[in-house]
């Protein structure tokens, strides 16, 4: 897999003339005067306009009393790329490590700095490989959507917001996805499915980290994971479940370059 084309989270293909046309145009070449002029007003929508007829959005941000003008990144393609490119360097390090701790062919010196860094490496990986599910679940769920849960005495009703608070990821991936889809990952592939649960389990045993009685040490469950996890499976799992979705959501950048 190469890596993913990076995209800003709100672009267009728009001629000049028609730009000009639908928006309130200042030229930055020679009318920066005009631009410092305007009122920073709360909700102030800014498009970028390039020379190769590219629009993308922007976000206002006042820094040290001066406003700037930022094009928003797709923030799911940013969470899915940072997961991509620390998956070349987890490769990395676990291929160094077996060969430092090789009782057949390695003096077996200790070194600990390669350890800490793979398991950090690992760390961030299934963070952001999963924050880049949620975050892309809660997009595509539309803004005046309500979601029924019926229980045994009553129905509880949630808006967007609740959705986004109070549901579980389950229910979200489970019930939620198909209801305003029509579509179920799940049914459809569920090998890849389960490498997404697998991911899921992951994350959670990182992020409540508990100790167990499985191995010699309270955390040798976790460290063991760390090696045996198959990271390259569960990342082109999460680019399908994305894409099945949404029609190439995520894809590869058309330069050809590995990640």
């Not at 992951?202 to 309270?218: A, V």
């Amino acid at each position: 897999m190469k890596h993913i084309k990076r995209k800003f989270r709100n672009e267009f293909k728009s001629d000049a003339k028609e730009f000009e046309e639908k928006y309130n145009v200042i030229d930055l070449n020679g009318n920066r005067e005009e631009f410092r002029s305007i009122k920073h007003a709360k909700g102030l929508v800014c498009f970028l306009h390039t020379d190769s007829d590219m629009a993308v959005e922007a976000f206002q941000v006042r820094i040290d009393g001066k406003y700037y003008y930022i094009p928003e990144p797709d923030l799911i393609l940013i969470y899915f790329d940072s997961a991509q490119r620390h998956y070349k360097s987890i490769a990395q390090q676990k291929k160094e490590i077996i060969k430092a701790f090789d009782i057949e062919t390695s003096d077996m010196k200790l070194d600990v700095h390669k350890l800490y860094t793979h398991y950090e490496l690992c760390v961030v990986f299934v963070t952001s490989l999963f924050t880049s599910i949620e975050a892309f679940m809660n997009k595509i769920i539309p803004d005046d959507y309500l979601f029924s849960d019926p229980k045994s005495n009553r129905v509880e009703v949630y808006n967007k917001e609740q959705i986004q608070r109070f549901i579980s990821f389950d229910t979200k991936i489970k019930r939620i996805l198909k209801e305003i889809t029509n579509k179920d990952f799940q049914k459809a592939h569920p090998n890849k499915y389960q490498f997404i649960e697998n991911l899921k389990n992951f994350r959670d045993s990182i992020i409540h980290t508990k100790t167990s009685n499985e191995g010699n040490t309270p955390y040798e469950h976790l460290f063991k994971l760390a090696f045996t996890f198959r990271y390259e499976e569960v990342l082109h799992a999460v680019r399908d479940f994305i894409n099945f979705y949404e029609n190439d959501y995520v894809v590869e950048c058309d330069c050809g370059g590995d990640f």
